[in-house]
């Protein structure tokens, strides 16, 4: 059983900055992919960012490139997702998730998933 819990959302004006954390439980934490997801009321879950553990394959969603990097600390067993240049269309909550392994921008190959962090961006 993998357990996730994120923090670091909130509200902050077009144009600012944020940084989401995602606490992992389990072991071998370094071999597994992570994800990064949002939901906007209305919308579809979607992938923001991905990580893969063996080699640290990242992938961003088109809108998110340049200005979100998701990174990771093994040592930690934490996740990152640093996003700048905030965007109101950036509005939603945002999901960490986990994989065992393998590359996935798809939520449904994601079996377990944190509560969530709601962002709000202002314009």
């Known amino acids: 059983q993998v357990q996730l819990v994120e923090s670091g959302g909130g509200l902050v004006q077009a144009g600012g900055s944020l940084r989401l954390s995602c606490a992992v439980s389990?072991?071998?934490?370094?071999?597994?992919?992570m994800g990064w997801f949002r939901q906007a009321p209305g919308k579809e879950r979607a992938a923001v960012a991905t990580?893969?553990?063996?080699?640290?394959?990242?992938y961003y969603a088109e809108s998110m490139k340049g200005r979100f990097t998701i990174s990771r600390d093994n040592a930690k067993n934490t996740v990152y997702l640093q996003m700048n240049s905030l965007k109101p269309e950036d509005t939603a909550v945002y999901y960490c998730?986990?994989?065992?392994?393998?590359?996935?921008?798809?939520?449904?190959?994601?079996?377990?998933w944190g509560q969530g962090t709601q962002v709000t961006v202002s314009s």
């Open positions: 998730a986990h994989k065992w392994d393998g590359h996935s921008a798809s939520p449904g190959d994601y079996p377990y």
């Open positions: 389990g072991r071998a934490f370094s071999r597994h992919t």
């Open positions: 990580i893969t553990g063996i080699g640290g394959y990242t």
